[in-house]
């Protein structure tokens, strides 16, 4: 069962570079988010998307975008890589009201 | 707003020793309340859930009881082993979207 898959599990950036996490789900699940984790934060909501082609921001947005063009797939887009995006970056899907199901994990680190 | 509060870590315990994360909640409405649990190097994995009060969410040993009286949802084992050593995430669901809040999560160490 693959569940929730992320690409790529880790990557260093130097700052003002872009990119783009992917997150891929096979469960048939409507709701899908990322967070960042940092040391003593806890997990933060950046973005998240209730459907294909649609998404909303959480709680944490500033300098990420979002894209939800097929139901399965959901990437987190950094247009300008900045020291402060140093973390660790958690996918997540969901059916409904049932729990959500988490990746595990891409670590990105920013120079 | 809507928010999580639980006991900063690290938690330290021996082996067998009985285990309490406490987990208190500030939300409106009524949320369902969840324990998830990341071991190193992995995502998170949800431990147990509660969705109304009286509830008790249990699985692998570990409980928690939705008391809305007291705004809490404290995790409880009665004998830990070393392989529990991992963050603990107490956490709350509220609206339409299937959001979640997460707590800052509370580091536990199991020494044999």
């Known amino acids: 069962n693959a569940g929730v898959t992320q690409t790529p599990k880790f990557r260093v950036l130097k700052t003002g570079q872009s990119m783009t996490l992917l997150c891929a789900q096979d469960m048939n699940h409507e709701y899908m988010y990322w967070y960042r984790q940092d040391p003593g934060m806890g997990l933060r909501l950046i973005h998240y998307s209730v459907g294909e082609g649609t998404t909303a921001k959480g709680e944490v947005p500033d300098g990420y975008n979002v894209s939800r063009l097929k139901k399965q797939n959901f990437l987190l887009g950094l247009e300008s890589a900045a020291p402060s995006q140093t973390s660790v970056y958690f996918c997540a899907s969901s059916l409904g009201s049932q729990p959500q199901h988490f990746g595990d994990g891409t670590r990105l680190s920013i120079l | ?112």
């Open chain 2, 1 to 112: 707003g809507d928010s999580v509060t639980q006991m900063e870590g690290p938690v330290t315990l021996s082996e067998e020793a009985f285990l309490t994360i406490n987990c208190t909640y500030t939300a409106t409405g009524y949320p369902s309340l969840f324990w998830y649990v990341q071991y190193p190097g992995e995502g998170l994995q949800l431990l147990l859930k509660a969705t109304k009060a009286d509830d008790k969410g249990s699985n692998k040993g570990f409980e928690a009881t939705y008391r809305k009286e007291t705004t809490s949802f404290h995790l409880e084992k009665g004998s830990v082993q070393v392989s529990d050593s991992a963050v603990y995430f107490c956490a709350l669901r509220v609206g339409r979207d299937d959001k979640i809040i997460f707590g800052k999560g509370t580091r536990l160490h199991i020494l044999p």
